[in-house]
């Protein structure tokens, strides 16, 4: 009798674990839209760096796996084989002006899945968000526009309403909102805002978190007018919202380095620095130096670095206002190479295409200034790619390929996992907090957006030159968007938009 009760409680156990064994047994054997086989896996989060396959459905990893996963691999599915290529997780671009469709076809194909518009930001936000639905081919996502919100506080309300709605009358197309109002506007970056306008200046920056910016964009070297106590006001208001500004600092240089540093601790603002290169110049050290203490110290303050010795603005700007050689490092008017025909300018070229109008090139970095920028652990990769232009500045369609290709293996300034975990998962987690999806992207594990580039370590390479201008990275092989293939064997695949908006937060 006693060894019948254990016979029956044994097949009793047996029987309870059936459905537990059918369920893993139905997990197992999923089936996937797309497996990538037998490549090199680099996931930064986990340290993961192996042979493995990926298995993908409805837009996510489902699976990475030491075994092979094309047996599971649906009817009508896509085996991708990977022998030989590194499989990343897309590359994030925090700083993106380039947001057009051609802009987003030289960003795919040099590895970016996510561009983001988030130095000097847009306005109005959710109509730009919603004019890009399902019309680019990568992830799109901007901040609110300090610019835009300091502007439109000088106004009446009559005026501001009106200005509005040329904003988004002219959403696509800024050369008709620009040639009505730009010399307003213009006018308006060098007026200091009074005490009440600070109030309307809030409302207008709370209409953008609201609206879905990903924090606030703060470029007040092109606003004169805002002063030191405008861009505390900025920062005390994205402390009290929990959100976060992307700042380009006043001047090149060390004080207004400290500035925002100061801003960012006695507010408790999160702060992004952008292109630190570009603001630093010879005081690279001691400005990475500044950012590093704070970080040590606890301060919620981050850094990026694009990897070109020269610069890009509008030649229109206040950048380029009395003393902008001195402030630019000593340059002289030969450092300068218009976009238009790429041509170096000299003192009547530059004072009559000021007065057109246009972008200009830049050279005024040192390469050893980059390199150390890049070999700094918590400097994040971003491109801040200009808006298309036949001769716009290679960073707009060579970036990332040049970091892996030229710093990477070339000169070996940094490691492949280093520089790829400052394309994806640094970007990513340095975003979550204003933009949650970002949770999902910039890894490569199970239940992560299938955001992933697959490229050749041994070739990849930036083409763009600022002699030839823009052309297409090489060695990129495949990228993936949301599960969706955009680029094939290193080719585009036109007509497909799987790239969704990038929403903040404060979303209402």
Same mark, same amino acid.
């Given at each position: 009798?006693?060894?019948?009760?254990?016979?029956?409680?044994?097949?009793?156990?047996?029987?309870?674990?059936?459905?537990?064994?059918?369920?893993?047994?139905?997990?197992?054997?999923?089936?996937?839209?797309?497996?990538?086989?037998?490549?090199? !896996?680099?996931?930064?989060?986990?340290?993961?760096?192996?042979?493995?396959?990926?298995?993908?459905?409805?837009?996510?990893?489902?699976?990475?796996?030491?075994?092979?996963?094309?047996?599971?691999?649906?009817?009508?599915?896509?085996?991708?084989?990977?022998?030989?290529?590194?499989?990343?997780?897309?590359?994030?671009?925090?700083?993106?002006?380039?947001?057009?469709?051609?802009?987003?076809?030289?960003?795919?194909?040099?590895?970016?899945?996510?561009?983001?518009?988030?130095?000097?930001?847009?306005?109005?936000?959710?109509?730009?968000?919603?004019?890009?639905?399902?019309?680019?081919?990568?992830?799109?996502?901007?901040?609110?526009?300090?610019?835009?919100?300091?502007?439109?506080?000088?106004?009446?309300?009559?005026?501001?309403?009106?200005?509005?709605?040329?904003?988004?009358?002219?959403?696509?197309?800024?050369?008709?909102?620009?040639?009505?109002?730009?010399? $307003?506007?213009?006018?308006?970056?060098?007026?200091?805002?009074?005490?009440?306008?600070?109030?309307?200046?809030?409302?207008?920056?709370?209409?953008?978190?609201?609206?879905?910016?990903? @924090?606030?964009?703060?470029?007040?070297?092109?606003?004169?007018?805002?002063?030191?106590?405008?861009?505390?006001?900025?920062?005390?208001?994205?402390?009290?919202?929990?959100?976060?500004?992307?700042?380009?600092?006043?001047?090149?240089?060390?004080?207004?380095?400290?500035?925002?540093?100061?801003?960012?601790?006695?507010?408790?603002?999160?702060?992004?620095?952008?292109?630190?290169?570009?603001?630093?110049?010879?005081?690279?050290?001691?400005?990475?130096?500044?950012?590093?203490?704070?970080? &040590?110290?606890?301060?919620?303050?981050?850094?990026?670095?694009?990897?070109?010795?020269?610069?890009?603005?509008?030649?229109?700007?206040?950048?380029?206002?009395?003393?902008?050689?001195?402030?630019?490092? @000593?340059?002289?008017?030969?450092?300068?190479?218009?976009?238009?025909?790429?041509?170096?300018?000299?003192?009547?070229?530059?004072?009559?295409?000021?007065?057109?109008?246009?972008?200009?090139?830049?050279?005024?970095?040192?390469?050893?200034?980059?390199?150390?920028?890049?070999?700094?652990?918590?400097?994040?990769?971003?491109?801040?790619?200009?808006?298309?232009?036949?001769?716009?500045?290679?960073?707009?369609?060579?970036?990332?390929?040049?970091?892996?290709?030229?710093?990477?293996?070339?000169?070996?300034?940094?490691? $492949?996992?280093?520089?790829?975990?400052?394309?994806?998962?640094?970007?990513? &987690?340095?975003?979550?907090?204003?933009?949650?999806?970002?949770?999902?992207?910039?890894?490569?594990?199970?239940?992560?957006?299938?955001?992933?580039?697959?490229?050749?370590?041994?070739?990849?390479?930036?083409?763009?030159?600022?002699?030839?201008?823009?052309?297409?990275?090489?060695?990129?092989?495949?990228?993936?968007?949301?599960?969706?293939?955009?680029?094939?064997?290193?080719?585009?695949?036109?007509?497909?938009?799987?790239?969704?908006?990038?929403?903040? !937060?404060?979303? &209402?």
């Amino acid at each position: 009798m006693k060894i019948n009760r254990i016979f029956y409680l044994v097949l009793l156990l047996n029987i309870l674990s059936i459905p537990t064994t059918f369920a893993q047994a139905a997990e197992n054997n999923e089936e996937f839209d797309i497996v990538i086989s037998n490549g090199r !896996v680099i996931d930064p989060e986990t340290s993961l760096d192996a042979i493995r396959d990926v298995g993908i459905q409805g837009g996510s990893i489902i699976e990475v796996s030491a075994e092979s996963l094309a047996g599971r691999l649906v009817a009508g599915g896509e085996l991708i084989d990977a022998n030989g290529l590194v499989v990343s997780p897309g590359f994030i671009d925090m700083h993106a002006h380039g947001q057009s469709q051609t802009s987003a076809n030289y960003l795919v194909h040099d590895g970016v899945t996510t561009a983001l518009e988030l130095e000097g930001g847009v306005y109005p936000v959710r109509e730009w968000l919603a004019s890009r639905e399902n019309k680019r081919p990568i992830n799109f996502g901007t901040s609110m526009a300090q610019g835009d919100a300091r502007s439109l506080a000088q106004f009446s309300v009559e005026d501001r309403i009106e200005l509005e709605d040329a904003y988004r009358s002219s959403i696509d197309n800024l050369d008709v909102f620009l040639a009505q109002y730009g010399n $307003l506007l213009s006018e308006s970056n060098y007026a200091e805002l009074t005490l009440d306008q600070y109030i309307v200046m809030r409302e207008e920056l709370l209409k953008g978190l609201r609206s879905g910016a990903i @924090g606030i964009g703060l470029a007040h070297q092109y606003t004169p007018g805002a002063n030191e106590q405008e861009v505390y006001e900025v920062f005390d208001f994205a402390a009290e919202q929990d959100s976060m500004i992307f700042s380009h600092v006043r001047e090149s240089g060390i004080s207004a380095m400290q500035e925002v540093i100061s801003n960012s601790i006695l507010t408790g603002a999160a702060l992004h620095i952008v292109h630190v290169n570009s603001m630093a110049l010879g005081d690279i050290d001691f400005i990475l130096s500044l950012i590093r203490s704070a970080r &040590q110290r606890g301060f919620n303050i981050s850094t990026e670095a694009y990897p070109y010795t020269a610069a890009s603005t509008g030649l229109g700007s206040a950048l380029f206002d009395e003393g902008w050689q001195e402030e630019m490092g @000593g340059i002289s008017f030969e450092d300068l190479q218009w976009v238009a025909t790429g041509e170096r300018l000299n003192a009547e070229t530059f004072r009559s295409y000021r007065e057109i109008g246009g972008a200009v090139i830049i050279h005024m970095m040192e390469e050893e200034w980059i390199g150390r920028a890049l070999s700094e652990p918590f400097v994040i990769v971003a491109s801040d790619g200009m808006q298309f232009a036949p001769g716009a500045h290679p960073r707009s369609a060579g970036t990332f390929s040049r970091v892996l290709g030229r710093y990477v293996r070339e000169r070996e300034v940094l490691s $492949l996992n280093e520089a790829i975990g400052k394309m994806t998962i640094m970007p990513a &987690q340095r975003l979550e907090p204003v933009a949650p999806v970002m949770a999902n992207k910039g890894r490569l594990q199970e239940n992560a957006d299938a955001d992933i580039t697959i490229f050749d370590p041994e070739r990849i390479i930036d083409t763009a030159t600022f002699e030839e201008g823009l052309s297409n990275s090489i060695g990129i092989e495949y990228v993936l968007v949301g599960g969706t293939i955009v680029i094939r064997g290193g080719e585009l695949i036109e007509g497909v938009f799987p790239g969704k908006a990038i929403y903040g !937060v404060g979303l &209402q």
